[in-house]
């Protein structure tokens, strides 16, 4: 098929047949059209979007790209997926809690992407192997409940170059090509209930609520569509979930959580989410007795065993459950300092992402190599009142150079005012087949 005629078509706003789609989606996974055909059809896409038809024909054809699975892991296999932000480590706070609770978590998760972050590359800053044979991935997933792995070469293969090209070319922010990216990996992978957490603020992909509930909505039908038990919340993403950015930073936050050590909206989050998938695998009646479950085992310690099994299971070190301080480990640490006494009013969690970026957590370009010591654990929130000098964050740092320019970043993103200002919202919707709750 002529490919630059797809391109053409898409770029001038018209709808792609369903061979169209077939053969942009092939030719994604089999590298038979080359990176910069595939990058000027998304940047099509991006700015022409698609309607519900192509987006559910680009799903289904990137879900058959690669392997269809069809665990067996003694229960309802289960997934949860975000949107992505800065400071979302709710995967390493939900995951043991609800393995603790009987469910049967299959998971697949991504690495960072644009200014947020990525499970995978938390994982792998402890040691854990993220890539798993598919009997060994469903074994773990039966006998201790619950496994986290990269996405594989055979499962939806052409998202995992279009992923990557999203990545570098701007077009992360387009709700087709978010939706289908999603929900192809979660129908290919078999989750038989899947839990969708779309971030909304500053920091999301889709920063104004309409949009981001239009992409929950369109994710919700497209699974319902398949067959697969679907809810979305919508959360918020005006500032970092955690107070700890930064892949190793990020594994001590959620550690120290399922020790007891620490709450916060990193928590009040996880639960939430963590109460939905109780509910998707069966595991749950309804999510009140989901998050009773989950706040028992938190209590109990028996998520933190779970984390503990789970990091063994993928040869990580497990010694951070015991010791999660050593994980704040950097050549330099410094606070950097507010300017003035005021009111945290605002920030841009975008930006603060960047500031991530600038230290070495993230990546510019696909290729590159990140420094899992780095990051900044924010001291204060939206709302909170700071003295002049007072740490807006502390960074961890590699060298001068990239503090210097991850300080300028921080100080730029935080805005101080004067006036009180209300804490940020946590959630704000629930999206089910049956419709919208909002909060």
Request: proline share 5%.
């Amino acid at each position: 098929m002529n490919f630059p005629a797809i391109i053409a078509d898409k770029k001038f706003g018209r709808a792609l047949t369903g061979e169209q789609i077939e053969a942009f989606v092939r030719g994604a996974a089999d590298k038979t059209v080359p990176d910069y055909q595939l990058s000027a059809l998304l940047m099509a896409i991006r700015l022409n979007g698609m309607d519900a038809r192509e987006t559910a024909d680009l799903t289904l054809a990137m879900a058959r790209s690669g392997d269809m699975l069809h665990p067996d892991v003694g229960g309802i296999p289960v997934d949860k997926h975000s949107t992505g932000g800065v400071g979302d480590t709710t995967t390493l706070v939900l995951v043991p809690l609800c393995a603790a609770c009987g469910a049967k978590i299959a998971k697949m998760s991504g690495r960072g992407l644009g200014h947020t972050g990525g499970t995978v590359d938390k994982m792998e800053s402890i040691g854990m192997r993220t890539s798993l044979p598919e009997a060994d991935f469903l074994r773990q997933v039966r006998e201790i409940g619950c496994a986290v792995v990269g996405q594989s070469a055979e499962l939806a293969p052409a998202d995992k170059t279009l992923y990557a090209l999203r990545d570098t070319t701007a077009t992360v922010d387009s709700l087709p090509l978010i939706a289908s990216s999603i929900m192809s990996k979660k129908l290919a992978s078999g989750a038989q209930g899947i839990v969708l957490d779309v971030k909304v603020g500053s920091g999301a992909i889709m920063p104004d609520y309409a949009g981001s509930l239009a992409l929950a909505k369109t994710m919700v039908d497209i699974g319902t569509r398949a067959g697969r038990n679907v809810s979305a919340l919508l959360t918020g993403m005006d500032e970092p979930l955690g107070s700890h950015v930064g892949n190793m930073l990020e594994v001590k936050d959620a550690v120290e959580i399922l020790r007891g050590e620490s709450a916060g909206p990193l928590l009040t989050v996880s639960l939430a989410l963590g109460a939905q998938l109780l509910t998707v695998g069966g595991v749950a009646a309804n999510p009140e007795e989901g998050e009773a479950m989950l706040r028992r085992a938190l209590a109990d310690g028996s998520g933190l065993e779970k984390l503990r099994q789970l990091i063994r299971a993928q040869g990580g070190d497990e010694s951070v459950c015991d010791h999660p301080e050593a994980l704040a480990d950097a050549p330099i640490v410094r606070d950097v300092a507010a300017p003035r006494a005021g009111v945290i009013a605002r920030m841009d969690t975008t930006l603060l992402g960047y500031a991530a970026q600038e230290l070495g957590a993230g990546r510019r370009q696909k290729t590159d190599q990140i420094d899992p010591r780095v990051g900044f654990i924010m001291r204060c929130r939206v709302g909170d009142n700071l003295s002049a000098g007072a740490p807006i964050c502390t960074v961890y740092a590699a060298n001068e150079d990239t503090f210097a320019g991850a300080q300028q970043m921080i100080l730029r993103a935080v805005e101080i005012g004067d006036a009180p200002t209300p804490p940020s919202r946590l959630i704000y919707a629930m999206v089910t087949p049956q419709g919208v709750t909002e909060y």
